[in-house]
């Protein structure tokens, strides 16, 4: 299959620098021009870690998260994927993986570059999931790293699982999300367990040049373009004590 | 089935109680006597009586002549630690904290004036953990408690010997207790104390229900394949019967009846009246943002300066408290001439001096009225006095109803639930805390429970093994095990962390997320660091829809929304016009059936109108004239254009839930047949639904015929695709996950030191029902979104009910009947389906507005 294969949606392109990406309904950022699949905040084994804590959450997450990608892979046959950390909830995660999943997910890397960046969570991550592993990554203007690096321009990064309010004809939806301004882009998190963390909450105040400010809402097979002025709370920061959006998961 | 009251000569008063009921000019009562009665020959009893029968009494006085008798009271007995102690003779059960705590004072005089050497005291939440250390090893004689402590007890390892001697168990206002999950737990704990203390007698103390012998027969054990065992039934002669009005203008002119609505505000100034005339007033309300509107319109006009307080369960437990003291101060000094209160005053202590009951809104059911109007005027021999304010058309036709009800003292509530999976798991992990157990011994000691009854050995093993590995195809938990069969057979827990857990998890109240109410200075500008008094608590979600500026109603005041810090919300007091109600999901109950039916008789016989007031009764004669009224047994549809669209208003008469559900159904099911349905609106009594094509032309072609549109199956595959997204599935599926113990609750503080773990439950339920849709928690959910917020029972029967029995009536224009659920629209919130249409429609607007399309 070819890049030509890649689905396009009305309002799906993510500027970063000169850089033209596709933010894609599953959660996933594609760069065409390099072929690279950007994924962020995996968490794989989430159920697991809450069940060794006592909490049995249904073990379906990771073989779920697999699947979504590797629909995502299959359809646009990326030459490098590179996972912008936290791909897995526990350092222990790897070796909580079944057999079958890990199986798939070494197919999924078959005849492409893997690049797992390192997160906070699996940050001394052991046991073998294929792939290379580094703290940052850069592929030509662009970094690929997991925490936003204040004062950074063109990176891409995940870690704070963005998820944005925004206002439509009756009422407002809220939904995970692409959060960027042109110089920064931060990835929704794409694990089936990860939560969102609202654009307008503390943890992003200073990351993003307000009014240049574009999020990309994930929906049923495409992504809704809105600029900052539909964001519910987003300008409203007040002193940086108190969020203005309730949400917190 | 009621029994013979004993007679006075079978029951004879020990001396000293007899000289105490004398000196107080007080006779034993034939209902107390028949208590007595059963105490004595050993017999588990129902005690139904109205309010001021003296009905705590009936129920304490056979344990109070026992524990005076020296050669009864418990033993001293050597236990397995080689303690000698006695256990706990009487159990109290209540709804309530506040209830408990006022029922143990009430003992304490008769205790003392007799001499009596007989402990009570109470054990809560709020009570010291010392306290609850001590009552462990050295309990009264008497314990009056709530239903999850008795839980936490009976898990705790003194269990056998604080309820080995268990001689009587009491449950206060059973009727109310039975009607939740919480009822489930405790009929789950009964079953427990019985296998515990096997000749444990149970009493109950209940309002008048439906069906009393199905409230009998929760309180004893059943056995399987045996008919229902049943206890005995004692009832109380009932009161007086009630002085019920309708308020209505004076003369026409006076003031109009609305057409749709729910706040009254129309009938402000008469109430301000009625409360003139009471000596204290309770004015109950539907729902806490009714509360809050009447409250603040009341004072708006109180030109009497009438001491008026507001009690709902929002507000501040401090502030409650206080409203509650004045109320007990009754209307002179320091007391209260009104309280405008939701069901949180519903139950509780008796307050002497109220004499008047003002119901604002909609009945809603004959039962849950009776009980309101009860809440005025403790003298059995006394009318209770109410006035009930219709806010609407509808609701007047309703009240008429239930004035119906009550002089025929009909009841309606609600059947006894059968047990739901989630609080079985629960318990079933509270078990395995308490003592290791034998799942033969646990599966009879549950089946004993009423509402369990009917659980399958298969159903209870599948709860067995999610409690121990989350019950899952896929068993990768088996490591994980929080309960494990060991080598003797029993289940045990697998460590420590996992009782403490489940402790501080225990119960079957589930609050929506909360955030505290914190008032800060009201200047603009930096949000002070040090925040000022808590007002109350609110759900998180309504926050969620508010913009800092945002002013809304609460607690009588009008606020402006600050921001979020943690888990607060930060408001300041606001000189707002036109503040936002905040809305709540609490306290939304349905038109019962049976008010239903009698709201249909009433419109379908015109000479029974002339009890309406006049601006109804016109209001119906037009609506036979123009088109025709609804008949009892059938389904009248109206259909007419309006604006370029076509309108159906469907009577069903079956109560919002019900009419919400069948909303969504019918909408999906007419925009596959091309009839290219726009949005639907309902209330108790009506759904109206609006379509961009000619609906009556539709029908009357019968492309398609109604029966067609409204047949049973849309509750098979359009129902399941519909509830699999649905935003109340996921509502649901949350309280049972924590209730169950898939997750924990949130625990205030906690959170912040990243101590407690969190997910989102609404992604659990996406990955579970994909991967394993038929899972113990997803049978819990679906049944109980069936019987609840969506009332699939209620729709299913009326479906099956009106086949062939639809009418259509097609008219050129609205009807007078239509315009209250007109009314309606626009005032609806999202269904939870069009949320993706919206979304792409707000963002394609904006695509077109940037590329000038």
């Known amino acids: 299959m070819t890049p030509a294969t890649l689905l396009r949606t009305p309002g799906d392109a993510i500027r970063l620098l000169d850089e033209e990406l596709v933010a894609l309904s599953c959660g996933a950022a594609f760069w065409p021009a390099t072929r690279t699949l950007i994924v962020a905040d995996l968490h794989f084994e989430k159920g697991s870690s809450f069940a060794r804590r006592g909490a049995p959450i249904p073990p379906y997450d990771t073989a779920a998260t697999l699947a979504r990608l590797a629909a995502t892979i299959t359809a646009i046959d990326p030459v490098r994927v590179i996972s912008l950390g936290d791909a897995f909830h526990d350092s222990a995660g790897p070796e909580r993986m079944s057999e079958q999943d890990r199986d798939r997910l070494m197919r999924l890397q078959a005849g492409r570059e893997w690049i797992w960046i390192a997160g906070n969570h699996d940050a001394d991550a052991v046991g073998d999931v294929g792939g290379v592993r580094v703290e940052e990554l850069s592929v030509g203007p662009l970094t690929f790293r997991h925490e936003p690096k204040r004062g950074a321009r063109g990176e891409i990064c995940g870690h704070l699982h963005p998820a944005a309010r925004v206002r439509v004809s009756a009422g407002t939806v809220r939904r995970h999300c692409f959060a960027g301004d042109g110089a920064r882009l931060i990835l929704p998190a794409y694990g089936a367990y990860a939560g969102g963390l609202d654009v307008a909450s503390r943890a992003f105040a200073g990351l993003f040049e307000v009014h240049r400010l574009v999020v990309h809402l994930i929906g049923e097979g495409r992504v809704h373009r809105f600029p900052a002025g539909s964001i519910v709370g987003a300008r409203v920061n007040l002193d940086g004590t108190a969020r203005p959006r309730a949400t917190r998961s | ?853």
Request: charged residues 25%; aromatic residues 6%.
């Open chain 2, 1 to 853: 089935m009621s029994t013979p009251f004993a007679t006075p000569t079978e029951i004879v008063l020990p001396e000293r109680f007899a000289t105490w009921f004398a000196a107080r000019g007080w006779q034993l009562r034939p209902h107390q006597a028949a208590m007595l009665g059963k105490a004595r020959d050993g017999r588990s009893a129902l005690l139904i009586a109205p309010t001021g029968a003296g009905k705590t009494l009936a129920g304490f006085l056979p344990s109070l002549v026992e524990l005076a008798d020296p050669a009864k009271r418990p033993k001293m007995a050597l236990t397995g630690r080689g303690v000698r102690r006695k256990g706990i003779h009487t159990l109290y059960v209540s709804p309530l904290k506040a209830l408990a705590v006022d029922v143990a004072r009430n003992l304490e005089a008769p205790i003392a004036e007799m001499g009596l050497e007989i402990t009570v005291e109470t054990r809560t939440g709020d009570t010291p953990a010392h306290k609850r250390q001590r009552q462990k090893y050295a309990p009264p004689d008497i314990l009056m408690t709530t239903p999850e402590q008795v839980a936490l007890l009976l898990a705790s390892a003194e269990a056998p010997d604080l309820f080995g001697a268990l001689k009587r168990v009491v449950f206060d206002e059973l009727h109310s207790l039975v009607t939740s999950k919480r009822g489930d737990l405790l009929a789950l704990d009964l079953a427990r104390l019985r296998r515990l203390a096997p000749d444990l007698v149970a009493v109950g103390l209940s309002a008048t229900v439906k069906d009393p012998n199905e409230l009998a027969a929760w309180l004893v054990a059943q056995a399987p394949s045996a008919d229902r065992a049943e206890a005995d039934i004692v009832t109380a002669p009932p009161g007086a019967p009630p002085d019920i009005r309708i308020l209505e203008p004076t003369d026409p002119d006076e003031w109009r009846i609305p057409w749709a609505g729910h706040l009254a505000v129309h009938a402000m100034p008469a109430v301000i009246a009625a409360i003139a005339t009471a000596k204290t007033a309770i004015v109950f309300v539907n729902t806490r943002a009714q509360a809050e509107l009447v409250f603040q319109e009341l004072w708006r006009i109180n030109e009497a300066n009438l001491r008026i307080a507001l009690h709902h369960g929002s507000l501040d437990v401090a502030q409650r408290r206080r409203v509650e003291a004045a109320m007990a101060a009754g209307g002179g000094p320091g007391g209260l001439d009104a309280v405008v209160a939701t069901s949180t005053l519903d139950l509780g202590i008796d307050w002497g001096d109220v004499d008047l009951v003002i119901h604002v809104g909609a009945p809603k059911g004959a039962s849950r009225l009776a009980q309101r109007i009860g809440r005025a005027n403790h003298r059995l021999d006394e009318p209770s006095r109410a006035l009930l304010v219709p806010a609407n058309r509808f609701e007047v036709l309703e009240c008429e109803a239930a004035i119906e009800a009550a002089a025929a003292g009909a009841q309606d509530t609600p059947p006894i639930r059968s047990g739901a999976l989630d609080v079985l798991a629960q318990h079933v992990l509270g078990c395995a805390v308490a003592a290791p157990f034998r799942d033969d011994d646990l599966y009879a000691e549950i089946i004993s429970a009423l509402p369990y009854r009917d659980l399958t050995r298969v159903g209870f093993d599948r709860v067995v093994d999610f409690v121990a590995t989350g019950g899952y195809a896929l068993k990768s938990y088996e490591r994980y095990a929080r309960i494990r069969r060991t080598r003797d057979g029993t289940w045990r827990v697998a460590n420590p962390q996992v009782a403490q857990t489940w402790r501080l998890n225990v119960g079957t109240i589930v609050e929506m997320p909360m955030l505290k109410v914190r008032l800060v200075s009201g200047l603009s500008g930096p949000v002070a660091k040090m925040g000022g008094r808590i007002l109350g608590e609110m759900e998180e979600y309504f926050f969620e829809t508010l913009t800092p500026g945002d002013t809304f109603l609460f607690g009588g005041e009008v606020l402006r929304f600050v921001g979020i810090r943690e888990t607060e919300a930060l408001v300041a007091r606001a000189r707002g016009k036109d503040p936002r109600i905040p809305s709540y999901w609490g306290g939304k109950f349905p038109l019962s059936t049976h008010l239903a039916e009698r709201v249909r008789g009433l419109l379908a016989d015109p000479a029974s109108w002339k009890a309406l007031p006049t601006q109804v009764r016109e209001w119906l004669e037009l609506q036979r004239l123009h088109s025709r009224l609804p008949r009892p047994g059938e389904l009248m549809i109206e259909t007419f254009p309006r604006g370029g669209r076509g309108y159906m208003v469907v009577y069903a008469f079956e109560g919002r839930p019900a009419h919400q559900t069948l909303g969504m159904l019918l909408t999906r099911r007419m925009e596959r047949m091309g009839l290219r349905p726009l949005g639907f609106v309902c209330n108790d009594y009506a759904l109206g639904v609006w379509a961009a094509t000619d609906l009556g032309g539709a029908f009357a072609r019968r492309r398609p015929s109604l029966d067609e549109l409204f047949d049973e199956d849309m509750l098979g595959d359009d129902l399941e695709s519909w509830l699999d997204d649905s935003a109340l599935l996921k509502r649901t599926f949350r309280n049972c996950a924590i209730i169950a113990g898939l997750v924990e609750r949130r625990h205030p503080g906690k959170e912040k030191s990243g101590r407690q773990m969190t997910i989102a439950t609404d992604l659990v339920w996406d990955v579970l029902r994909t991967h394993q849709p038929d899972h113990v928690l997803i049978e819990a959910t679906r049944a109980d979104a069936a019987a609840g917020l969506l009332d699939i029972r209620r729709l299913a029967s009326m479906l099956a009910r009106v086949k062939a029995h639809i009418t259509h009536v097609r008219l050129s224009r609205i009807s007078p009947l239509a315009v209250p659920i007109m009314l309606e629209i626009g005032r609806e919130s999202v269904p939870g389906s069009a949320e993706e249409e919206m979304l792409r429609e707000a963002a394609d607007d904006l695509i077109a507005e940037a590329t000038g399309r």
